[in-house]
T-cell receptor
């Protein structure tokens, strides 16, 4: 069975500083990996995904994520945080092939960016 | 292009009542999903439909039923609501297994 761990319930960072939101996963075979963001009282919005190829994936709003197969991690990063980045972030995984329709989400990390 | 729409936005039920949550997508996506979101637990998959005419159980299917009415619509039914089903429910859809999911705005359900 696949699983996702987001070890930090909350991450606090000052505006202008770099941010990292951590994600590790467990899945059979090679995964598809995703990051989503949720603003208050809204549905989830897609940020970026890893399918294959370059381990550094660039996405919306200046976010990027680095796929590390040996560490089974897919950490979300941004070089310079904005107050408007404050939101709930979810990492998700789905295996290729069989079971590929089922996306498993982590429990979410609340990002708070302060002035 | 409305994306994924859900009705209703809010609902309050008494224990034992039934209701159906409606979801529709206009993106010609093959797969559709129902999730519930509870504090500290992330999103948990209730049921999904990989393609029109098929449905499968997810992680937490007990107490729920689904119908994939056609390619556009996927409904979630609570036959006898329980307080443990108080949650925010999200519908999502996607075109291929490697593609991103698109989410609706959610339905906030309270069961008293």
């Amino acid at each position: 069975a696949q699983s996702v761990a987001q070890p930090e319930d909350q991450v606090n960072v000052a505006e202008g500083n770099p941010l990292t939101v951590k994600c590790t996963y467990s899945v059979s075979g090679n995964p598809y990996l995703f990051w989503y963001v949720q603003y208050p009282n809204r549905g989830l919005q897609f940020l970026l995904k890893y399918i294959t190829g370059d381990n550094l994936v660039k996405g919306s709003y200046g976010f990027e994520a680095e796929f590390n197969k040996s560490q089974t991690s897919f950490h979300l990063k941004k070089p310079s945080a904005l107050v408007s980045d404050s939101a709930l972030y979810f990492c998700a995984v789905t295996p290729r092939g069989g079971g590929g329709n089922k996306l498993t989400f982590g429990t979410g990390t609340q990002l708070k960016v302060e002035l | 292009n409305a994306g994924v729409t859900q009705t209703p936005k809010f609902q309050v039920l008494k224990t034992g009542q039934s209701m159906t949550l409606q979801c529709a997508q206009d993106m010609n996506h093959n797969s559709m999903y129902w999730y519930r979101q509870d504090p500290g637990m992330g999103l948990r998959l209730i049921y999904y439909s990989a393609s029109e005419g098929t449905t499968d159980k997810g992680e937490v299917p007990n107490g729920y039923n689904v119908s994939r009415l056609n390619k556009r619509e996927f409904s979630l039914r609570l036959e006898s609501a329980a307080p443990s089903q108080t949650s925010v429910y999200f519908c999502a859809s996607r075109y291929t297994p490697g593609g991103e999911q698109y989410f609706g705005p959610g339905t906030r359900l309270t069961v008293t």
